[in-house]
């Protein structure tokens, strides 16, 4: 299997696609309930901007991620993807976001192989205080992806969002915003 | 267990060749437990294949299954369907399976998509080593439960050669890794053992004709065949 950074360093040599302007990437974010999914919600009771390309979904932890759900958001067309998990070291289930960014670094070496840039999936790690940290991520993702242009993998007709929630069957939690009726059972639950 | 590795993805590509449908069918026993060809691993290939194909705008329908063991016909028989409705197979079982699946649908189109390497035990989690070869005439009981045959780098029968030093071998493993000297490390356990006398005593000399260089090998359970 080709190496990743062999295989990102001559992903660099190759001549530089012209950056279309008006390419809007979709990028899925793999985000871990305890600190990433917390840091977007405070990005935005901090009001702070960033890209409306990323779509996320809520994992309990980085470390439920496979190599699989990568693949298949890549299959579906996204045209990057990244996992964001608490720090290194802190994370709740202990060593979940350890083993995320092996499984992401192992899909770099997979996307190589397949001749498609290995810097189009990520890892990254932030605490939930780190609202500014996030919004900072997303936006230096989606620049990174626009500069690469769009994924040869790219499907039309095909939601890598929606591909990448049914990969996981049950392991995605649930968009708080999305499902009313999670949040009414919690209530029955308090009462 | 038998353990595997996957063939690098462009030969892969190549044993395909231009099948539209195409089967990966993982084996959920060893090269499951050796994280190479089970269900998930087949999973991923597949991925990997459809993916490939849309780069290249080529209608491919690529599915994934898996049997418990593709070395019997019974479990065979469980994903006959898929097997037989497919262009090419692409077997991520051992060299047994692949075989197995390939004899029980001649003449369907039967692929490797791992290489066997070898038996191995898993030292740690996602480190295997070699432990035996299969010879046919297990000697082990002489030498402390250590196998000459395949942990000496010259599967030597007699004690150590020139090449052993403080316990290593003159050998290099295929990653420059230091080798132990098997024979080293079965002086140790005989003297551990209280045995030492085994290293000097005659031993008749092994019968290689049990081994894999004279023809496939068989074996019959008379008592156990069915009346």
């Known amino acids: 299997m080709a190496e990743p950074e062999a295989a990102a360093a001559e992903a660099a040599e190759a001549p530089k696609k012209p950056v279309d302007p008006d390419f809007e990437p979709e990028i899925i974010v793999f985000a871990c309930h305890y600190c990433a999914y917390a840091a977007a919600d405070l990005a935005g009771s901090m ?145 | 267990m038998i353990t595997a590795e996957r063939k690098p993805f462009d030969e892969i590509i190549k044993l395909v060749g231009d099948k539209k449908k195409i089967l990966v069918a993982g084996c959920d026993t060893c090269v499951a437990i050796c994280l190479t060809g089970g269900e998930k691993e087949a999973e991923i290939l597949a991925s990997e294949l459809r993916i490939k194909a849309g780069q290249e705008g080529r209608e491919v329908e690529v599915e994934h299954t898996a049997a418990i063991r593709q070395c019997e016909w019974e479990y065979l028989d469980m994903i006959a369907e898929k097997v037989e409705a497919a262009d090419v197979v692409l077997s991520m079982a051992c060299g047994i399976g692949i075989q197995s699946m390939a004899e029980k649908f001649a003449p369907q189109l039967v692929m490797p998509a791992v290489n066997t390497n070898m038996l191995g035990m898993p030292q740690e989690h996602a480190v295997w080593l070699e432990r035996c070869v299969a010879c046919g005439e297990c000697r082990i009981g002489l030498t402390g439960g250590i196998c000459p045959v395949v942990r000496c780098s010259k599967s030597l029968m007699n004690g150590p050669c020139g090449g052993s030093h403080d316990g290593l071998c003159e050998v290099t493993g295929p990653d420059k890794e230091e080798i132990e000297c098997a024979w080293a490390l079965i002086w140790e356990r005989l003297k551990a053992q209280g045995r030492e006398e085994l290293m000097f005593a005659d031993r008749p000399p092994k019968d290689w004709s049990k081994s894999s260089s004279g023809g496939p090998r068989k074996m019959v359970r008379e008592e156990a065949k069915p009346v």
Not at chain 1, 135 to 142: D, G
């Open chain 1, 47 to 191: 009001r702070l901007q960033y890209p409306s390309n990323i779509r996320m979904i809520k994992l309990p932890c980085t470390g439920k991620l496979e190599v699989i759900h990568l693949l298949r958001a890549i299959e579906a067309g996204a045209d990057g993807v990244y996992a964001a998990g608490c720090m290194e070291g802190e994370c709740h289930y202990l060593t979940g976001n350890l083993w995320a960014r092996k499984r992401v670094d192992h899909v770099k070496g997979l996307l190589a192989e397949l001749g498609i840039e290995p810097e189009r999936v990520e890892m990254y790690n932030m605490s939930s205080a780190m609202g500014a940290k996030f919004a900072e991520v997303a936006t230096e993702f989606t620049q990174r992806i626009k500069a690469l242009g769009p994924s040869p993998a790219r499907r039309e007709g095909v939601s890598p969002h929606a591909t990448a929630r049914e990969a996981l069957g049950g392991v995605a939690l649930p968009d708080e915003a999305e499902s009313p009726a999670a949040a009414t059972v919690e209530e029955g639950h308090a009462e």
